[in-house]
Protein backbone atom coordinates (compact mmCIF):
# COMPACT_ATOMS: atom_id res chain seq x y z
CA UNK A 1 0.00 0.00 0.00
CA UNK A 2 0.77 3.78 -0.12
CA UNK A 3 2.27 3.71 -3.82
CA UNK A 4 3.09 7.06 -5.18
CA UNK A 5 3.43 7.45 -9.05
CA UNK A 6 5.18 10.16 -10.92
CA UNK A 7 5.14 10.67 -14.94
CA UNK A 8 7.26 10.98 -16.87
CA UNK A 9 10.35 9.47 -14.73
CA UNK A 10 12.23 11.46 -17.15
CA UNK A 11 12.24 14.99 -19.53
CA UNK A 12 14.32 16.44 -21.83
CA UNK A 13 12.93 19.88 -23.21
CA UNK A 14 14.03 22.83 -24.91
CA UNK A 15 14.70 26.46 -23.08
CA UNK A 16 11.54 28.73 -23.17
CA UNK A 17 8.85 25.35 -23.02
CA UNK A 18 6.88 24.29 -20.42
CA UNK A 19 6.96 20.60 -18.63
CA UNK A 20 4.03 19.22 -16.65
CA UNK A 21 4.84 15.87 -14.47
CA UNK A 22 2.06 14.54 -12.88
CA UNK A 23 2.04 12.54 -9.35
CA UNK A 24 -0.40 9.86 -8.20
CA UNK A 25 -1.51 8.53 -5.06
CA UNK A 26 -2.28 5.13 -6.58
CA UNK A 27 -4.07 3.34 -3.62
CA UNK A 28 -4.49 5.58 -1.14
CA UNK A 29 -6.61 9.30 -1.19
CA UNK A 30 -4.19 12.18 -0.60
CA UNK A 31 -4.90 14.78 1.17
CA UNK A 32 -2.02 16.84 1.03
CA UNK A 33 0.54 16.26 -1.64
CA UNK A 34 4.33 17.53 -1.72
CA UNK A 35 6.68 18.82 -4.54
CA UNK A 36 10.43 19.04 -3.70
CA UNK A 37 13.58 19.64 -5.73
CA UNK A 38 16.63 17.50 -5.21
CA UNK A 39 20.28 18.89 -6.55
CA UNK A 40 22.39 15.87 -7.19
CA UNK A 41 24.64 14.61 -3.59
CA UNK A 42 21.75 16.64 -1.38
CA UNK A 43 19.14 16.96 0.26
CA UNK A 44 15.75 17.45 -0.64
CA UNK A 45 14.31 21.33 -0.68
CA UNK A 46 10.68 21.66 -0.35
CA UNK A 47 8.68 23.52 -2.35
CA UNK A 48 5.15 23.72 -2.44
CA UNK A 49 2.15 21.82 -0.80
CA UNK A 50 -0.42 21.26 -2.09
CA UNK A 51 -4.47 20.87 -0.82
CA UNK A 52 -6.90 19.42 -3.03
CA UNK A 53 -9.20 22.22 -4.31
CA UNK A 54 -7.06 24.95 -3.07
CA UNK A 55 -4.30 26.83 -4.07
CA UNK A 56 -0.98 25.75 -3.13
CA UNK A 57 1.57 27.16 -0.40
CA UNK A 58 5.09 28.19 -1.61
CA UNK A 59 7.82 27.97 0.52
CA UNK A 60 10.09 30.91 0.45
CA UNK A 61 11.71 31.68 -2.57
CA UNK A 62 10.47 29.46 -5.04
CA UNK A 63 8.48 31.21 -7.97
CA UNK A 64 4.87 30.84 -7.87
CA UNK A 65 4.33 31.62 -11.73
CA UNK A 66 7.09 29.58 -12.32
CA UNK A 67 6.34 26.53 -11.05
CA UNK A 68 2.03 26.16 -11.24
CA UNK A 69 0.88 23.42 -9.04
CA UNK A 70 -2.31 22.23 -9.58
CA UNK A 71 -4.27 19.47 -6.95
CA UNK A 72 -7.30 18.56 -8.77
CA UNK A 73 -8.59 15.27 -6.80
CA UNK A 74 -7.26 13.61 -3.99
CA UNK A 75 -5.22 11.44 -5.75
CA UNK A 76 -3.49 13.89 -8.65
CA UNK A 77 -1.61 16.75 -8.34
CA UNK A 78 0.53 18.41 -11.30
CA UNK A 79 3.42 20.50 -11.42
CA UNK A 80 3.87 22.42 -14.96
CA UNK A 81 7.51 24.09 -15.18
CA UNK A 82 6.67 27.44 -17.20
CA UNK A 83 8.92 28.63 -19.64
CA UNK A 84 11.89 26.21 -18.30
CA UNK A 85 15.55 27.13 -18.39
CA UNK A 86 18.77 25.22 -17.91
CA UNK A 87 18.89 26.21 -14.16
CA UNK A 88 15.02 24.56 -13.77
CA UNK A 89 16.88 21.12 -14.45
CA UNK A 90 16.91 18.74 -11.38
CA UNK A 91 15.36 15.89 -10.25
CA UNK A 92 11.55 16.33 -8.87
CA UNK A 93 10.29 14.04 -6.30
CA UNK A 94 5.94 14.35 -4.99
CA UNK A 95 5.09 12.74 -1.99
CA UNK A 96 1.64 12.66 -0.46
CA UNK A 97 -0.17 11.87 2.76
CA UNK A 98 -3.01 9.75 3.58
CA UNK A 99 -6.39 11.27 4.42
CA UNK A 100 -6.29 8.19 7.10
CA UNK A 101 -3.51 8.78 8.14
CA UNK A 102 -1.31 12.04 8.05
CA UNK A 103 1.95 11.66 9.89
CA UNK A 104 3.67 10.11 6.97
CA UNK A 105 4.63 11.20 3.15
CA UNK A 106 5.11 8.54 1.06
CA UNK A 107 7.20 9.35 -2.31
CA UNK A 108 6.72 8.88 -6.33
CA UNK A 109 9.87 7.86 -7.60
CA UNK A 110 11.17 11.26 -9.25
CA UNK A 111 11.09 12.93 -12.33
CA UNK A 112 14.64 14.12 -14.17
CA UNK A 113 13.98 17.25 -15.63
CA UNK A 114 16.48 18.29 -18.33
CA UNK A 115 16.53 21.74 -19.87
CA UNK A 116 18.58 22.01 -22.98
CA UNK B 1 12.21 25.71 14.43
CA UNK B 2 12.86 22.32 13.93
CA UNK B 3 15.69 20.56 12.25
CA UNK B 4 17.49 17.47 11.78
CA UNK B 5 21.69 17.10 11.70
CA UNK B 6 23.17 13.53 10.56
CA UNK B 7 26.80 13.70 10.98
CA UNK B 8 28.13 11.52 8.80
CA UNK B 9 28.16 12.05 4.99
CA UNK B 10 29.48 8.34 4.58
CA UNK B 11 28.86 5.05 6.41
CA UNK B 12 31.29 2.06 5.58
CA UNK B 13 30.40 -1.82 6.57
CA UNK B 14 31.31 -4.83 5.53
CA UNK B 15 28.20 -7.45 4.57
CA UNK B 16 27.15 -8.49 7.69
CA UNK B 17 28.28 -6.74 10.41
CA UNK B 18 26.17 -4.06 12.30
CA UNK B 19 24.66 -0.98 10.60
CA UNK B 20 24.10 2.55 12.54
CA UNK B 21 23.26 5.45 10.41
CA UNK B 22 23.14 9.11 13.19
CA UNK B 23 20.72 11.28 13.33
CA UNK B 24 20.58 14.42 16.15
CA UNK B 25 16.91 16.73 15.41
CA UNK B 26 16.18 20.15 17.19
CA UNK B 27 12.30 21.11 17.97
CA UNK B 28 9.90 22.93 19.79
CA UNK B 29 6.87 20.33 20.44
CA UNK B 30 7.30 17.06 20.44
CA UNK B 31 9.16 15.35 17.45
CA UNK B 32 7.46 13.01 14.83
CA UNK B 33 10.99 11.21 13.17
CA UNK B 34 11.40 8.95 9.86
CA UNK B 35 13.85 7.34 8.44
CA UNK B 36 13.77 6.83 4.60
CA UNK B 37 16.46 5.18 1.92
CA UNK B 38 17.04 6.24 -1.77
CA UNK B 39 18.56 4.54 -4.35
CA UNK B 40 20.00 6.20 -7.25
CA UNK B 41 17.96 7.89 -9.23
CA UNK B 42 14.67 6.98 -7.70
CA UNK B 43 12.49 8.29 -5.28
CA UNK B 44 12.48 7.96 -1.24
CA UNK B 45 11.35 4.71 0.42
CA UNK B 46 9.78 4.85 3.79
CA UNK B 47 11.44 2.89 6.38
CA UNK B 48 10.31 3.63 9.84
CA UNK B 49 9.15 6.84 12.00
CA UNK B 50 8.48 7.68 15.56
CA UNK B 51 5.21 9.27 16.54
CA UNK B 52 4.88 7.51 20.10
CA UNK B 53 5.08 5.06 22.38
CA UNK B 54 8.31 2.43 22.45
CA UNK B 55 11.31 4.10 22.06
CA UNK B 56 12.79 1.38 19.81
CA UNK B 57 10.73 1.47 16.10
CA UNK B 58 10.79 -1.69 13.83
CA UNK B 59 10.53 -0.82 10.45
CA UNK B 60 10.84 -2.25 7.04
CA UNK B 61 14.19 -4.53 5.61
CA UNK B 62 14.82 -5.50 8.96
CA UNK B 63 15.99 -1.73 10.31
CA UNK B 64 15.20 -0.42 13.46
CA UNK B 65 15.94 2.66 15.12
CA UNK B 66 16.05 4.09 18.49
CA UNK B 67 14.42 7.23 19.46
CA UNK B 68 16.30 8.98 22.96
CA UNK B 69 14.86 12.00 23.55
CA UNK B 70 17.22 13.28 26.62
CA UNK B 71 19.95 12.70 23.64
CA UNK B 72 17.88 14.01 21.06
CA UNK B 73 18.83 11.35 18.71
CA UNK B 74 16.75 8.92 16.11
CA UNK B 75 19.92 6.55 15.21
CA UNK B 76 18.92 4.02 12.59
CA UNK B 77 20.37 0.81 13.08
CA UNK B 78 20.60 -3.13 11.10
CA UNK B 79 22.10 -5.90 13.18
CA UNK B 80 23.77 -7.49 10.29
CA UNK B 81 23.75 -5.28 6.78
CA UNK B 82 23.42 -6.58 3.10
CA UNK B 83 25.35 -5.16 0.19
CA UNK B 84 21.46 -3.95 -1.08
CA UNK B 85 21.48 -2.03 2.08
CA UNK B 86 24.01 0.47 -0.08
CA UNK B 87 22.20 3.53 -0.80
CA UNK B 88 21.47 7.02 0.44
CA UNK B 89 19.65 7.37 3.91
CA UNK B 90 17.55 10.68 4.95
CA UNK B 91 16.77 11.48 8.39
CA UNK B 92 13.29 14.10 8.79
CA UNK B 93 11.90 15.30 11.41
CA UNK B 94 8.69 17.17 12.01
CA UNK B 95 7.76 19.13 14.82
CA UNK B 96 4.49 18.85 16.71
CA UNK B 97 3.35 22.53 15.96
CA UNK B 98 3.73 21.96 12.83
CA UNK B 99 1.20 20.40 10.48
CA UNK B 100 3.29 18.83 8.12
CA UNK B 101 6.32 20.02 7.29
CA UNK B 102 9.13 17.97 7.15
CA UNK B 103 12.93 18.67 7.70
CA UNK B 104 15.39 16.29 6.13
CA UNK B 105 19.09 16.03 7.06
CA UNK B 106 21.60 16.21 4.39
CA UNK B 107 21.99 12.53 3.80
CA UNK B 108 24.31 9.52 4.53
CA UNK B 109 25.53 7.30 1.77
CA UNK B 110 25.82 3.98 3.60
CA UNK B 111 28.24 1.23 1.39
CA UNK B 112 28.43 -2.35 2.52
CA UNK B 113 31.30 -3.78 1.15
CA UNK B 114 30.88 -7.52 0.29
Known amino acids: GAVVSQHPSWVICKSGTSVKIECRSL??????MFWYRQFPKQSLMLMATSNEGSKATYEQGVEKDKFLINHASLTLSTLTVTSAHPEDSSFYIC????????????FGPGTRLTVL | AQSVAQPEDQVNVAEGNPLTVKCTYS??????LFWYVQYPNRGLQFLLKYITGDNLVKGSYGFEAEFNKSQTSFHLKKPSALVSDSALYFC????????????FGAGTTVTVRA
Open chain 1, 95 to 106: SASSTRSTDTQY
Open chain 2, 27 to 32: VSGNPY
Open chain 2, 92 to 103: AVRDSYNDYKLS
Open chain 1, 27 to 32: DFQATT
